[in-house]
């Protein structure tokens, strides 16, 4: 059964920093891209970063560009995202997704991802 399970989510005052880690367990996701989203209360979900291990792809949201940085190790260790200078309005729920089948680079879309954690909160004051 596969699962990713989120964690390092908390409470951070505006310009701080934090890291998210997702953890990957059931099968190895070395050939298919993974990505961090989002949700804030009333919005909709939104993509924020990608990686595919095999192809050394990231990409991400312009609205976190230069701030936060998601990375992977090897093709079985955990992704991170090292979110920094965070602002309020980063504060959201963050889920952690992985595509089912390969393909090369990520994608942005929710709808593109088989795979998702429970999510981890975030939330930065000002």
């Known amino acids: 059964q596969v699962q990713l399970v989120e964690s390092g989510g908390g409470l951070v005052e505006a310009g701080g920093s934090l890291t998210l880690s997702c953890e990957v367990s059931?099968?190895?996701?070395?050939?298919?891209?993974m990505a961090w989203f989002r949700q804030a209360p009333g919005k909709e979900r939104e993509f924020v970063a990608g990686?595919?291990?095999?192809?050394?792809?990231?990409g991400y949201a312009n609205s976190v560009k230069g701030r936060f940085t998601v990375s992977r190790n090897n093709a079985e260790s955990p992704v991170y995202l090292q979110m920094d200078s965070l602002k309020p309005e980063d504060t959201a729920v963050y889920y952690c997704?992985?595509?089912?089948?390969?393909?090369?680079?990520?994608?942005?879309?929710?709808?593109?991802?088989?795979?998702w954690g429970q999510g981890t909160q975030v939330t930065v004051s000002s």
């Open positions: 059931g099968r190895t996701f070395s050939s298919s891209p």
């Open positions: 997704a992985a595509k089912g089948e390969y393909s090369g680079g990520y994608h942005t879309s929710v709808s593109e991802y088989d795979f």
């Open positions: 990686i595919n291990w095999n192809d050394g792809t990231t």
